[in-house]
């Protein structure tokens, strides 16, 4: 049996970045993932400045060969609605990536040992060390599978199960030139269109002659239902064309930090991204949480000393809530939405530039009133 001073379950931003700072501080480090890499991963795909510091990312590497789209504005708008579209000016905002670019850059650079294709077939705890698939020996497991990460399981969590989950669907697709040349989608402006209910948004991402078009919502009751009328309105208005709009869709889901309840340590354990339910509430997004979960958990590993009792590893837990803030006392999977008034009141607000710009921009999907970790 091999032994390694971390293994660590699930090979995306959080997994990769943990694995990458270990291995800078010496350690022998194990990334398990059921898939192969590069792989798809629903999601929008768009990093902010903060992310690119976190993550120490050399723009003009990264550049080399994948999609990097600068981002200087969104069009925001509540369904059925007229956009609002804002300009930020020159200095990009975001940058829009695929998924399966970035992933596998950050886990091929990380340096550790990757066992791709590898699921989790069993978890034991022996002699104070945790056993993997009966061949894998480690003083210390991190859960970094996403939201159905068997670690998260080991650890007590009942996934998909009593969670306030968000449901999400999504496509990307490659424009050939005639599509691209007639879309009229701005590759430096996404587009997000939330619904009425206040209970998610949808969006339209374009990413070169990429497009990225998906949903999500709290609980995924009838989301594909949403979806479909959400593709119906964008083939209405011309924001799609047919055949792009008749793409199939992948699923996905995940916590809102604030409503999930996840233990994030045990005995010789913890949990980081999507496991841990680390999503920002307002705009879902799950990359610069995870990746910040992986910087704030290398910091309480190093202060381990090498013993991951849960008392030892609570400073992990700690740092998290000084981080994010603490969460809900309780998550209720059927938590009520918002009333008639503030539906109202979230209506006439987002047909305001102010608004669009200042609150559902800046402070909720770009997390600027936040500095990032690593300046």
């Known amino acids: 049996m091999e032994r390694r001073d971390a293994v660590i379950v699930g090979g995306g931003p959080a997994g990769s970045t943990l694995a990458r700072l270990l291995k800078r501080a010496g350690a022998s480090v194990s990334v398990l993932d059921k898939r192969n890499f590069p792989r798809d991963k629903t999601c929008a795909g768009w990093i902010t400045p903060a992310v690119v510091r976190n993550l120490e990312l050399d723009l003009d590497d990264y550049r080399q060969g994948r999609v990097l789209q600068p981002i200087h504005g969104f069009s925001v708008a509540r369904m059925g609605d007229a956009p609002v579209r804002n300009d930020h000016g020159a200095a990009p905002v975001s940058y829009g990536i695929r998924r399966c670019e970035f992933d596998h850059y950050l886990l091929a650079r990380s340096g550790a040992e990757l066992r791709a294709g590898a699921a989790v077939e069993s978890l034991e705890r022996a002699?104070?060390?945790?056993?993997?698939?009966?061949?894998?020996?480690?003083?210390?497991?991190?859960?970094?599978?996403?939201?159905?990460?068997?670690?998260?399981?080991a650890l007590g969590a009942d996934l998909g199960r009593g969670e306030p989950v968000v449901g999400a669907q999504?496509?990307?697709?490659?424009?050939?030139?005639?599509?691209?040349?007639?879309?009229?989608?701005?590759?430096?402006?996404?587009?997000?269109?939330?619904?009425?209910?206040?209970?998610?948004?949808a969006w339209v991402v374009r990413k070169g002659d990429w497009l990225n078009v998906g949903i999500g919502r709290r609980g995924a009751r009838q989301l594909g239902e949403h979806f479909e009328r959400?593709?119906?309105?964008?083939?209405?208005?011309?924001?799609?064309?047919e055949e792009t709009a008749r793409t199939r869709a992948r699923g996905h889901a995940y916590l809102l930090y604030p409503h999930a309840s996840?233990?994030?340590v045990a005995d010789g354990a913890l949990l980081i991204g999507d496991a841990a339910g680390l999503a920002y509430p307002e705009s879902g997004e799950g990359i610069r949480p995870?990746?910040?979960?992986?910087?704030?958990?290398?910091?309480?590993?190093?202060?381990?000393?090498?013993?991951y009792s849960r008392r030892a590893l609570a400073g992990y837990a700690r740092r998290i809530e000084s981080r994010f803030?603490?969460?809900?006392?309780?998550?209720?999977?059927?938590?009520?939405l918002p009333g008639r008034f503030k539906q109202r009141a979230a209506a006439l607000l987002m047909r305001t530039r102010w608004f669009t710009r200042e609150v559902i921009a800046r402070r909720w999907f770009l997390h600027e009133h936040v500095a990032p970790l690593l300046t």
């Open 290 to 307: 995870a990746v910040e979960s992986a910087l704030l958990a290398a910091q309480a590993i190093a202060e381990c000393g090498g013993g």
């Open 170 to 201: 999504e496509f990307e697709v490659r424009m050939n030139g005639a599509q691209a040349a007639r879309s009229p989608v701005r590759a430096d402006t996404p587009q997000l269109y939330f619904c009425p209910d206040l209970a998610g948004y």
């Open 325 to 336: 803030g603490a969460r809900s006392a309780a998550a209720t999977p059927d938590a009520p």
């Open 262 to 264: 996840r233990p994030l």
């Open 127 to 153: 002699s104070g060390e945790w056993i993997v698939n009966a061949s894998l020996r480690t003083p210390l497991l991190v859960g970094a599978g996403g939201h159905f990460c068997p670690v998260a399981r």
């Open 230 to 241: 959400f593709l119906g309105a964008m083939l209405r208005d011309g924001v799609l064309d």
